[in-house]
């Protein structure tokens, strides 16, 4: 058996090929929110157990039963990874004094940590891109991010997505449905699993969201939210609505949509996909109004939304999309001694330029070279010889078209590469 160390089950490497893929994913993300006002934030990767334990709630699954949390050895401090980044950044804007001058829009990403049985689409590590908007107090800005995410899905081509949205009211309105849900719950006692009955007086709400199919009926018959929201509630609710009719995105309302994060009030959405079997969650959020005052802060709206990388990443290649490929200017193949000195300058003259140059390491034959750089995709090989070297000049070589290979003297090497890369690229679009 081999002794080779292996990765932790859940959290996984991401190699060279697939690693583009993300880059180019970052990269539409960074632009598209760009667009809409968002500015980026850092959070650590570690934070006090605290503030998931108040933020999410003791009785999730994720305080419960996924979180990695530990003791600090060297001040007994209690320690956790975070399982998700709303609460960091809540922290971070209190800490920071962050909303003195007016509400932020505020966007992150990074890793999240939860333990969980690994399967597609769900991982031990895994990515979000997560979006939050602090400060802003009605309809508008709900609308707001379901319209981005919206517009993200048709920037990647993406098809299959669906949106899913509810109303979780206000705390009075949620206590009152709370009491109904447990009376009705209490009724069927014998109907309930042990999760359920785990959590039927500390937080019935989370039974909605069961997974377990021979509960199904008595939850589909529960008591729902919606009936016990005020005017204010409704009137918010509805706002949402009308501005994503007015933008022609269809939402299907589901009374059952309550999330699994305990600090969310009014509005709550979650784009679904049945393409990713049962990970069909690719993006969710909703408004979280109480948070800031619960962590310590002055009480202030907020809504925010986070994205799985992984299922999004996964949906995408699904659909036929596979990372461009990303190719350097130049190949640099040197023969001898002087010539590989001689090449370093070289390529170091064409990178100051602009140019993605890929220099050849570690010996080899004329032939193995130019294979090399054959194989880079490289439309152009710049070839030095210990003659070329002496005599300050380069060997400038086509490899996708057809033509000469020409002598070039270093101080002209830029422009001689410019003038091929651009021809190259007026031939391919004609």
């Not at 399967?119 to 709900?142: N, S």
């Not at 997974?211 to 016990?228: C, F, G, R, S």
Request: glycine content about 10%.
């Amino acid at each position: 058996m081999s002794n080779t160390l292996q990765a932790i089950r859940g959290m996984n490497d991401i190699l060279p090929a697939e690693a583009e893929l993300w880059e180019q994913f970052e990269d539409m993300i960074r632009d598209w929110l760009r667009a809409y006002g968002y500015k980026p934030i850092r959070m650590p990767l570690v934070e006090p157990t605290p503030l998931f334990s108040r933020a999410i709630g003791e009785v999730t699954d994720i305080v419960e039963k996924e979180m990695y949390s530990f003791e600090d050895a060297l001040n007994g401090e209690k320690l956790t990874l975070r399982p998700e980044g709303t609460a960091s950044c809540v922290r971070a804007v209190l800490q920071h004094n962050m909303l003195y001058d007016g509400p932020k829009r505020l966007w992150y990403q990074g890793p999240m940590f939860r333990h969980e049985r690994p399967q597609k689409g769900r991982y031990r590590q895994f990515h979000q891109i997560g979006v939050e908007a602090l400060g802003f107090a009605g309809p508008d800005i709900d609308a707001e991010q379901i319209l981005m995410t919206a517009r993200l899905w048709d920037d990647l081509g993406l098809e299959g997505i669906r949106l899913e949205i509810n109303s979780l009211g206000s705390v009075e309105e949620r206590q009152q449905h709370r009491a109904a849900l447990i009376a009705y719950f209490e009724q069927h006692a014998a109907q309930l699993d042990a999760d359920a009955q785990r959590r039927l007086h500390s937080n019935p709400l989370r039974i909605l969201d069961t997974k377990n199919p021979d509960m199904q009926a008595l939850v589909e018959a529960a008591p729902k939210l919606m009936d016990y929201l005020g005017e204010e509630s409704l009137k918010h609710f509805e706002g949402v609505q009308a501005i994503l009719r007015d933008a022609g995105i269809h939402a299907r309302v589901n009374p059952r949509l309550v999330r699994g994060l305990d600090y969310y009030n009014l509005t709550v959405f979650e784009w679904v996909t049945d393409q990713l079997g049962a990970q069909g969650t690719v993006c969710a959020g909703g408004r979280y109004d109480g948070l800031i005052a619960q962590l310590g802060g002055k009480p202030a709206p907020a809504c925010g939304f986070a994205m799985g990388v992984e299922r999004l990443l996964a949906l995408w290649k699904d659909q036929g999309n596979q990372a461009l490929a990303v190719a350097p200017d130049v190949y640099l193949v040197a023969q001898g001694d002087v010539a590989g000195r001689f090449a370093f300058r070289v390529a170091e003259e064409l990178r100051s330029s602009g140019f993605d140059v890929l220099q050849h390491c570690g010996g080899g034959s004329f032939k193995s070279q130019m294979k090399r750089a054959d194989g880079s995709g490289a439309p152009l090989a710049v070839i030095i010889g210990d003659d070329e070297a002496n005599a300050g000049v380069v060997s400038l070589k086509p490899l996708r078209e057809a033509g000469e290979q020409q002598k070039v003297a270093l101080a002209d090497l830029a422009e001689a590469v410019n003038n091929l890369i651009f021809s190259t690229d007026e031939t391919e679009d004609d």
